[in-house]
């Protein structure tokens, strides 16, 4: 029997992906550090640039961190595109779409100095077209505003969906089931902001399910360019009762009856 394993043999991946680079994410960030957690953070540049600050339905007052405050907070974390200026995108050209996905992109790796690969849609609004122009841009998935609310992973990178909501009522059943689960390259991933935790009081709720996955030893933390990554090099390998072809350029692992597997980048190994 053959079973697909994540990165260093763990059955399980963990992620959280958290939009709009808020106050609050500072909080946050040292909640994932402190339980050796990975998180991916999708930002808008030009209201950074701006110091953007909005008034919540509850009366908070949201604001935005600058660019100074996030070039460190999110170290170690992935940064992902959702476009420079949060618009909603219904009625915007290709042109309009091209503009906010490209000059967010860029403006992501001048302050941050890294390859920025992901992209968020912001609100709830996705289309053919969109999810065209997020290929033009060289992105590599686009996370939609849906949930899948199942561990499955998602194989259509451009239509990602997370597991689920961080407000939606399931969220600790969800919690609880996944680390219960045994289902082969079983995921968990939390979408949110931040500033929910205030306006919700979630705050311990949600620590508590980040103890609890991050003391799992069966759980991998990964971002999403990681789980990306990782899954699509899982779909190229060829998987017979004779081998097991790896043909990409990431390790992969594998349970082969009882014995775990690391099978190197373009390596073939014999199963008999």
Known sequence: MIRKFYPYGKKKAFNVTYDDGVEQDVRFVELLNKYN??????????LMEQEFEWTHESGLVVKRLNQKEVA????????????????????????????????????????????????????????????????????????????????????????????????????????????????????????????????????????????????????LSMTTIELVRYLRAMDKAEITEEYIENNSEESLWFLVDETLCEVKPKAKISLK
Not at 106 to 123: C, D, H, K, W
Not at 155 to 178: I, P
């Open 37 to 46: 957690l990975k998180g991916t953070f999708n930002l808008n540049s030009a």
């Open 72 to 219: 460190s907070l999110y170290k170690g974390h992935e940064v992902a595109s959702h476009t420079a200026t949060h618009p909603y995108m219904d009625n915007l050209t290709k042109e309009e779409i091209l503009r906010e996905l490209s000059w967010d992109k860029r403006r992501l790796e001048e302050i941050f100095s890294e390859e920025v690969s992901g992209f968020a849609v912001p609100f709830d609004y996705y289309s053919e077209l969109i999810e065209e122009c997020v290929k033009e841009c060289g992105f590599e998935y686009a996370r939609i505003s849906e949930e899948s609310l199942c561990f499955s992973p998602q194989s259509d990178y451009y239509n990602w969906k997370a597991t689920v909501f961080h407000l939606d009522d399931s969220l600790e059943e969800l919690a609880e089931r996944f680390v219960r689960s045994d289902s082969e390259l079983a995921l968990f991933q939390i979408v949110g902001h931040s500033y929910d935790l205030d306006t919700e009081d979630k705050w311990e709720c949600i620590e508590n399910i980040l103890r609890r996955i991050g003391n799992n030893s069966d759980v």
